[in-house]
């Protein structure tokens, strides 16, 4: 009686873990294709769009009747190709003075035993917190035509408008993110050769050309090529400090907001998308050269510096880290008192901002950079950890995409966004998922090269023995690499969320009537003559940023996470 009740058990036992391997092996193929289907939809899609609307009459209701005419008319219209060469011109003297610049501030932080490393570490990487606009609005307040410093205490009529503070703002903005490339490759160089050539008889200044310079020339060329691609790309300087010097960003944004010329506006941004595709691959090449200039045995311990290089050093990287302190109190101040720089008194009158937005921007600001944050966290780990542990048979053709909105301008996908999906059945256009898909779109590369490079630390037996006891994929997922990753996830949460805060050009296009972002507030205040109160809604962006920076911190220290080092690890 017993016996057909005990038969008819024993296939359902061995039933359940069949079904299970069988939806375990379609889980990591699904994941897979979801991801590039995402890349293709929300990065290839808008940027077709952009391309189909300047190569073909008719735009975007039809891809027939190629034409160049529209690149006929941006080329024989000498105010619209004058951004061409006003933006080579601005960027290329940006990329020398960062270049040169950062190159010495790193090199004081990594080859002399100057005190204080670790503040200034911290001070160049404060651009990182604030919108790039943050630049303009101080130089504003102390070198326009109003300025502090030219019109009240030199009493000169020259103002910084214009080429001069363009520049001089982007080279403030560019500062940590060249610093990060350099500070690293001056750190893994191994220091002995330098030792070797000194207890040879070279002097220091041969020892700086033949032996410093040749071997962190990669990362100077790396550094050089990003800071090229941010400038030339920057859109929240130039609108605010340009004046009538227009480049490529500023005309895009003119050509759709103020003549509605879409067509037009989508050319310049494949003219602008040619050099940044460029400074791309070049600093994908460049980088990829840095790794065999860098030892594996590189000394960490650094010999005395003589006392004249530390006085030099000491005072070169206190006088960068002044500049920039310099930039952050400008705003800061110019947002509590009455009126700049005729009353000092206090007041806090300029944080009622009398804008639409208002606080409810900064809120929505808030929520939208917690939903970037998390979802750009999660979704660049699980790409990372599908190319780096399960290695499709596509995986070079997936790494591809992941990598390719780096290379792609962020005021160019924000119109590709309009262009593509501003129809009635794209649901979440004119919402604010649609700013939440951009910047995470956007900012896809860093986050997906930092699971990457999480992931290789981690030891593939643990995963296999996890898989050999039992554990399918979804389990292993959260309960091994998940864990295993917090760092990593932190880290990109915090890069994704300073990110969303303070974004300017990738969301010009995508806020509305109903859709109002902190940032783009700030632009709209200082174009209707309040920017005091711009002053306080940057400052009030610098103060939620620090915030959040704070609460990881503890949530690190409590989940045993590691420790950041300041801003740099945030990047």
């Not at 910084?160 to 503070?165: E, L, M, R, V």
């Not at 030891?459 to 898989?467: G, K, L, N, T, V």
Request: proline share 5%; net charge positive.
């Amino acid at each position: 009686m017993n016996t057909g009740p005990t038969e008819y058990a024993a296939p359902v036992e061995y039933d359940v873990p069949s079904v299970r391997m069988e939806i375990d092996r379609f889980i990591v193929p699904a994941v897979t294709i979801f991801i590039v289907l995402l890349l293709f939809f929300f990065m290839l899609f808008p940027l077709w769009s952009i391309l189909k609307l300047s190569f073909f009459k008719g735009g975007q209701f039809g891809i027939t009747n190629f034409t160049l005419a529209n690149f006929h008319k941006y080329f024989t219209t000498s105010y619209t190709v004058n951004a061409l060469w006003h933006s080579l011109y601005v960027s290329i003297a940006t990329t020398i003075i960062v270049t040169v610049v950062v190159f010495f501030f790193a090199y004081g932080m990594t080859r002399t035993t100057i005190s204080g490393k670790t503040i200034f570490r911290n001070i160049i990487m404060m651009p990182l917190v604030a919108p790039s606009i943050i630049q303009a609005l101080a130089l504003i307040y102390l070198f326009g035509r109003n300025g502090l410093i030219t019109a009240h205490l030199l009493k000169i009529d020259w103002n910084i408008y214009g080429p001069t503070g363009i520049i001089v703002s982007e080279v403030l903005y560019c500062l940590p993110h060249a610093f990060v490339i350099l500070y690293t490759t001056l750190s893994a160089v191994d220091i002995r050769l330098d030792e070797a050539a000194e207890s040879l008889g070279a002097t220091p200044f041969k020892v700086f050309t033949k032996i410093t310079l040749p071997s962190a020339k990669y990362g100077i060329f790396s550094a050089a090529a990003l800071t090229f691609n941010l400038t030339i790309t920057d859109f929240g300087n130039p609108v605010v400090i340009g004046g009538n010097y227009n480049v490529l960003a500023t005309e895009i944004y003119a050509q759709v907001t103020n003549l509605y010329r879409f067509d037009l506006g989508a050319t310049i941004s494949v003219i602008l998308l040619v050099p940044s595709l460029m400074a791309f691959i070049f600093n994908y090449y460049i980088s990829r050269k840095t790794f065999s200039m860098i030892s594996g045995a590189a000394k960490p311990v650094i010999p005395p510096s003589r006392p004249l290089k530390k006085i030099s050093f000491m005072s070169y990287c206190s006088l960068v880290s002044f500049s920039i302190i310099v930039i952050f109190a400008t705003v800061i101040i110019g947002s509590f008192v009455k009126i700049w720089p005729y009353d000092w008194t206090l007041t806090l009158s300029h944080y009622k901002f009398p804008s639409i937005g208002g606080y409810s921007a900064i809120w929505t600001s808030v929520w939208v950079s917690l939903f970037v944050g998390l979802g750009g966290s999660f979704l660049t780990l699980v790409a990372g950890w599908v190319m780096e542990t399960r290695r499709p048979f596509f995986k070079q053709f997936i790494y591809l995409l992941s990598v390719m909105p780096a290379a792609i301008p962020g005021l160019v996908m924000g119109l590709g966004y309009i262009l593509a999906f501003n129809k009635p059945y794209y649901f979440f256009f004119g919402t604010p998922w649609i700013i939440v898909i951009n910047i995470i779109i956007c900012n896809f590369t860093l986050g997906v090269l930092a699971s990457i490079s999480n992931l290789r630390n981690i030891d593939p037996s643990i995963e296999e023995a996890s898989i050999s006891l039992g554990g399918d994929t979804i389990k292993t997922f959260f309960q091994i690499i998940f864990p295993l990753s917090r760092v990593a996830f932190f880290q990109n949460f915090v890069y994704f969320f300073m990110r969303s805060m303070t974004t300017i050009s990738a969301v010009i296009f995508l806020v509305s009537a109903t859709v109002h972002l902190a940032a783009i507030e700030i632009i709209m205040l200082d174009n209707d003559g309040w920017t005091a109160s711009a002053n306080a809604m940057c400052t009030s962006i610098i103060v939620i940023v620090l915030i959040m920076l704070g609460i990881l911190q503890i949530v690190q220290k409590k989940t045993g996470g590691g420790r950041q080092e300041g801003l740099v690890s945030a990047l």
